[in-house]
């Protein structure tokens, strides 16, 4: 394979013209201007480079690939990952899983809930995640990266809350064999 840097015009001029004095200098001048161009290119893979991405380059790719929910103020970690997100939420936009994927990528965890799935009104869905802040501190940007890329006929309905744990259990059985005896007093 050719590294670009290493490519000279002055090799690949044709014979007719390889001798020529202001052309070997022209071709000199262009070859200064590919490996100044050559250099940058590394830098310029977003795509596949965007963990290695950070400050006003992040922001504006965020702005130019219209990443959904993206906050200037997110840890780097999060913005990185919308970033490299966006273009594949774009294509499902409006999808359930997108939803999730979204809700996760900010908030931990996420799972959306179809209104057929536990008997709700049409058009209605819930979204469950395990982070608490998700109803408190951060409900409004809850709500913003939740609309950001749902589809706009389906509405949420409710935000629940799942939290786990351990705890220990202690369960109890008694059983009593006898005969009942009833005793009345006659007076």
């Known amino acids: 394979m050719i590294n670009i840097a290493d490519v000279k015009l002055v090799d690949i001029l044709p014979h007719s013209i390889k001798h020529d004095a202001s052309v070997i ?5 262009l070859d200064n201007l590919n490996n100044q161009i050559a250099s940058i290119i590394p830098s310029l893979f977003f795509i596949g480079n965007v963990d290695h991405v950070s400050g006003a380059w992040l922001d504006a790719l965020a702005w130019q690939w219209q990443a959904p929910y993206y906050d200037q103020t997110l840890p780097i970690e999060q913005k990185q990952a919308i970033v490299k997100s966006s273009l594949a939420w774009h294509k499902r936009k409006g999808t359930p899983s997108a939803v999730e994927e979204l809700v996760a990528t900010i908030f931990g965890s996420g799972e959306v809930l179809e209104w057929w799935q536990y008997g709700g009104e049409p058009g209605y869905f819930k979204v469950l995640t ?4 998700a109803t408190s501190d951060k409900a409004v940007e809850f709500m913003a990266a939740v609309n950001s890329v749902k589809n706009e006929r389906s509405w949420l309905e409710a935000i629940e809350i799942t939290v786990e744990g351990t705890m ?13 005896i009833t005793a009345r007093q006659v007076v």
């Open 168 to 180: 220990q259990l202690y369960f109890g059985v008694a059983t009593h064999v006898g005969d009942q």
């Open 130 to 133: 395990s982070d608490p802040s």
């Open 25 to 29: 200098a022209a071709a000199g001048a």
